[in-house]
């Protein structure tokens, strides 16, 4: 060491280090580029604008305690927090804005217990290993990402919106799905407080600006053996009109119904053998007892079975056509035509095929169709899309959004990195505001991710 370097002041940053010298730190530059990053390059619009944003330093506690050091040191010096679980979210909600500290809470990753058709789990343990402890036992997720593999508990609830099961319970924020969190406050002195069932919601969907969950309880599901199948057919109407019938069927367990309309599946490449050129294609996941009732359901249609997977075949394969729903359909698409991007959006219940129809006859060529059934957060059923998109200018862009909106159709703007700008849409309630007061009072959690909130610089 130089004499230079020996007098060389001490950054905040190496202040915390040599204060916390028994925590998992990551310094190398590449490393803390890629865990400062998520899935946000899907935009071209967050690309460009998040590329180059990272934290000064990631670190990865293993404790409740290292979290509480972790925490209570980062406020001394007023450094940014960012929490990261696996980082597959969307809209760079993991990217520090302002550098600081990257959090990644995948080594606190417990399983605390399974109760009946309850789980609790400490945030950083990822969905799938949840399911792997809790499907012996019988009950599975009620709604999850298709990054259940790598996504993690505490991700899903602060930067996820639900998927594979909504269509039986609605959107992880229906009630009764989250049961509680366990969340500490961003203080010198942090505080731990056990959240109930609404005011535990207050913490979801905020991309980590207020609050660090450490434990979650959900509500589960009973294990159905879902039957994995394929079918296409020529007609749009045709596979609209049947993929809206089995969602509505009631009769038939479900927990998966996705409609993509051509050309959606000439792009998920890996399936190409059961996806005949410009054909359009309904992906489910039913209970196996509902595939003679289905049959008659795809013969009425004139839709072929193309692809067909027991819950015993897919157990035994590991590959299963949840990887190919909600956001893969995207990921899968942007590995074959790198200028798509998509939007998020919401139809009106019992609208929502007439307004599929209408938007397809609208923007058909430009913005291709691949919806999801769901039940909404007040139980009725509907469908998200996540459109993928020929992408030529960001005005465009803007203007396809109008369009839709003006058309009745909602818009969760997945181009933006301020949480009121995307799904939120619009200001925070006066209730979510106060939560961000009281367990982020110096505004430490991912600053410039909510409006109101300045950016703290590290
Ligand atoms: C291919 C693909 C498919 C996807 N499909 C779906 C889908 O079907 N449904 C869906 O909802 N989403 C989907 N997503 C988005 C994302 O995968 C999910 O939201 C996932 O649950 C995020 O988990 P994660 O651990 O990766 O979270 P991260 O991306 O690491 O974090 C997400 C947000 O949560 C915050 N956060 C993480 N942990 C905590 C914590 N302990 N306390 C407080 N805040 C925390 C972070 O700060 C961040 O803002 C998809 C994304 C991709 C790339």
Same mark, same amino acid.
């Given at each position: 060491m130089t004499t230079?370097?020996?007098?060389?002041?001490?950054?905040?940053?190496?202040?915390? =280090?040599?204060?916390?010298?028994? %925590?998992?730190?990551?310094?190398? &530059?590449?490393?803390? &580029?890629?865990?400062?990053?998520? +899935?946000?390059?899907? $935009?071209?619009?967050?690309?460009? =604008?998040l590329e180059n944003k990272r934290a000064d330093v990631v670190v990865r506690p293993r404790t409740e305690d290292e979290i509480r050091r972790l925490v209570s040191a980062c406020v001394e010096r007023k450094l940014p927090i960012t929490i990261r @679980?696996?980082?597959? @979210?969307?809209?760079?909600?993991?990217?520090?804005?302002?550098?600081?500290?990257?959090?990644?809470?995948?080594?606190?990753?417990?399983?605390?217990?399974?109760r009946g058709g309850v789980a609790? &789990?400490? &945030?950083?343990?990822? %969905?799938?290993?949840?399911?792997?402890?809790?499907?012996?036992?019988?009950?599975? +997720?009620?709604?999850?990402? $298709?990054?259940?593999?790598?996504? #993690?508990l505490g991700g899903l609830f602060g930067g996820g919106f639900g998927g594979v099961g909504s269509i039986n319970y609605g959107p992880l924020a229906a009630p009764g799905n989250v049961l509680g969190v366990r969340a500490m406050t961003i203080e010198a002195e942090p505080q731990i407080v056990e959240l109930r069932g609404a005011e535990a919601l207050r913490m979801h969907h905020l991309w980590g600006t207020n609050g660090l969950v450490l434990e979650l309880e959900v509500a589960l599901a009973p294990v159905h053996p879902w039957l994995e199948t394929l079918v296409t057919f020529p007609a749009f109407d045709e596979a609209l009109a049947f993929a809206d019938k089995l969602a509505r069927a009631s009769g038939i367990d479900k927990r998966e119904v996705a409609f +993509?309309?051509?050309?959606?599946?000439?792009? %998920? @490449?890996?399936?190409?053998?059961?996806?005949?050129?410009?054909?359009?294609?309904v992906l489910s996941l039913i209970d196996e007892c509902g595939e003679e009732t289905m049959s008659e359901m795809v013969a009425a249609h004139g839709g072929t079975v193309t692809y067909r997977r027991t819950a015993e075949?897919?157990?035994?394969?590991?590959? #299963?056509?949840?990887? +190919?729903?909600?956001?893969?359909?995207?990921?899968?698409?942007?590995?074959?035509?790198?200028?798509?991007?998509?939007?998020?959006? $919401?139809? #009106?219940?019992?609208?929502?095929?007439?307004q599929i129809t209408e938007m397809e006859k609208l923007l058909g060529g430009e913005v291709m169709m691949h919806a999801e059934f769901l039940r909404n957060i007040d139980g009725l059923l509907t469908c998200s899309a996540l459109q993928l998109v020929r992408f030529t200018t960001e005005e465009?862009?803007?203007?396809?959004?109008?369009?839709?909106?003006?058309?009745?159709?909602r818009i969760n703007n997945p181009h933006t990195f301020i949480v009121e700008d995307g799904k939120a849409g619009g200001a925070l309630p006066p209730e979510i505001i106060d939560m961000k007061k009281r367990f982020d009072p110096m505004g430490l959690l991912n600053p410039g991710k909510l409006r109101d909130w300045p950016v703290v610089a590290a």
């Open positions: 230079d370097t020996m007098n060389a002041p001490v950054s905040a940053i190496e202040q915390l =280090q040599l204060e916390l010298p028994d %925590l998992d730190w990551i310094t190398d &530059a590449s490393r803390i &580029a890629r865990l400062s990053q998520d +899935f946000s390059w899907f $935009s071209p619009v967050l690309k460009r =604008q @679980g696996s980082g597959t @979210g969307n809209y760079g909600q993991t990217t520090p804005l302002a550098g600081g500290v990257v959090l990644d809470m995948t080594g606190y990753n417990a399983m605390c217990w399974v609790r &789990a400490q &945030a950083g343990i990822r %969905l799938g290993d949840i399911e792997k402890q809790t499907k012996p036992m019988g009950y599975e +997720f009620r709604c999850m990402p $298709s990054t259940y593999r790598s996504a #993690t +993509f309309a051509s050309p959606v599946p000439d792009h %998920l @490449g890996q399936l190409s053998d059961y996806l005949p050129r410009g054909c359009h294609a075949e897919v157990q035994k394969s590991n590959r #299963t056509l949840i990887e +190919f729903t909600w956001n893969h359909t995207t990921l899968h698409a942007l590995r074959i035509d790198k200028t798509l991007t998509y939007l998020q959006s $919401s139809f #009106t219940p019992g609208q929502h095929v007439q465009r862009l803007d203007e396809i959004i109008r369009i839709y909106r003006e058309h009745g159709v």
